[in-house]
């Protein structure tokens, strides 16, 4: 059965991988490791229907230690991390498997110092004491409640400065979103939504909330459309992530994007850094030194962009999979932040496919998941693609003059994502064959 500690949160199938006990033991074992006896944690959860019972055991397992947990309710995950900061608590967690399917449980856990915790920062010792189901016990623990949501819509709210009115649709996907809207949008003027699956339902009844997959952005990109509307957004389960469609129904990528926020933040401060994960497309670390700016390339993963960013003092960081981090919203991701900026964005131009256009200079296969019985031997085989530049930052990736290409096994599920990009289509086509070749043996 397949491990749900991951490398920089707890993913599982619920109750098969992850349950109740497992949750409890966690709670126990987060507050062993971080030593957090005595001191305040947040705790929040999104709208999976497996939220409610694993929050609950993961408190009781925190409170057993003697934490004083506070709990915020029902947020999204950029919530959370805005109420840790905000109650100025030792850290907490999210309950949440972000965008993973329906069945799937999950939490997030951040340590005092708002550090996060994945693979060498801490998952390993706190997996070890969980499943050595060693409870600690310690007196003076107990559970408050605080109400953070209305505080984070006035702070988001700020950033909203268009030139021009705006009409835009959002697809919630049944994820939290949605309620977080609900506080937000009658603090915004200018902006008219059009509102589709704002309802928070964990069993996500009309396609899963991942934006990353096109075939979920179908219902939205004939809405835009329908509509006559200025851009379209999409986020994720637990809210951390944005995609966008543009005027003409056609689906942004999230690394086109990534280059857009680089823009912004390169003209408020010039010459700064700038953080890109290592699947985005060639245009952004090119367009980002075009600008004057120093473009850092990252490895997948929060925990690890974090820390990248963080190092660096970059001004921002985006990543493929529409995850956006910023400095100034404590070097962390939010869907909404994001979602705000880059409306002002768009109202400074005639459209967002005319912003979009001169980045698509390349052409990416987008990933691809495969589903094999040995990655490591996959992996060693692109290695030795003759006359390839190969770098291990994040799995493999291999570069050539005019393609290149990424395979990493996945931290959230049994698979090896490919991301491949050439300088035209019949390259990227005749490459993605080769690649498949290889991977399937």
């Known amino acids: 059965m397949p491990d749900p500690f991951k490398a920089y949160d707890i993913r599982g199938l619920y109750p098969q991988e992850l349950n109740e006990a497992l949750a409890y033991q966690t709670g126990n074992a987060t507050a062993v490791h971080l030593k957090l006896a005595g001191k305040r944690y947040t705790v929040g959860r999104d709208m999976r229907v497996s939220g409610p019972a694993l929050k609950e055991a993961f408190i009781k397992g925190l409170v057993d230690a003697g934490v004083h947990v506070v709990d915020v309710g029902m947020l999204s995950t950029p919530a959370v991390t805005f109420a840790m900061h905000m109650l100025d608590t030792a850290g907490g967690a999210q309950i949440t498997a972000s965008h993973n399917p329906a069945p799937y449980g999950g939490i997030k856990i951040t340590a005092p110092g708002f550090k996060p915790v994945g693979a060498g920062t801490g998952m390993e010792e706190i997996e070890a004491l969980a499943r050595s ?30 030139k021009r009115p705006l009409k835009v649709v959002i697809d919630g996907g049944n994820g939290i979103i949605g309620t977080m809207l609900q506080h937000l949008l009658p603090k915004i003027p200018n902006l008219t939504v059009i509102a589709m699956y704002f309802d928070p339902d964990g069993r996500f009844p009309v396609h899963e909330a991942n934006p990353l997959k096109a075939e979920n952005l179908k219902w939205l990109c004939a809405r835009v459309k329908a509509e006559k509307a200025d851009f379209g957004a999409a986020f994720d389960g637990d809210g951390d992530r944005c995609a966008l469609v543009d005027e003409n129904g056609g689906i942004v990528t999230c690394d086109l994007t990534t280059a857009l926020l680089a823009k912004y933040y390169l003209a408020r401060e010039p010459g700064a850094t700038i953080a890109y994960d290592l699947r985005s497309s060639k245009v952004v670390p090119e367009f980002i030194t075009q600008l004057g700016g120093t473009p850092v390339e990252t490895r997948v993963g929060h925990s690890f962009i974090k820390a990248t960013m963080k190092e660096h003092h970059a001004a921002f960081a985006g990543e493929l999979s529409g995850h956006y981090y910023f400095r100034d919203f404590y070097g962390a991701d939010s869907g909404l932040y994001a979602f705000l900026l880059l409306a002002n964005i768009v109202s400074e131009a005639p459209n967002l496919s005319s912003l979009i256009k001169p980045l698509e200079k390349y052409f990416h296969t987008g990933e691809i998941n495969f589903k094999v019985a040995d990655p490591d031997a996959v992996m060693d085989k692109l290695r030795k693609l003759p006359g390839a530049k190969v770098a291990e930052l994040d799995g493999v990736t291999v570069r050539f003059a005019d393609w290149w290409c990424n395979l990493r096994a996945s931290n959230t599920e049994p698979v090896v994502r490919l991301n491949l990009e050439a300088d035209n289509a019949a390259l990227r086509d005749a490459k993605l064959a080769e690649i498949k070749k290889l991977i399937s043996g």
């Open 133 to 162: 189901a060693k409870i600690t016990k310690v007196a003076g623990g107990r559970i408050d409640e605080a109400v953070t949501i209305d505080a984070y819509a006035v702070y988001l709210a700020k950033l909203y400065q268009p």
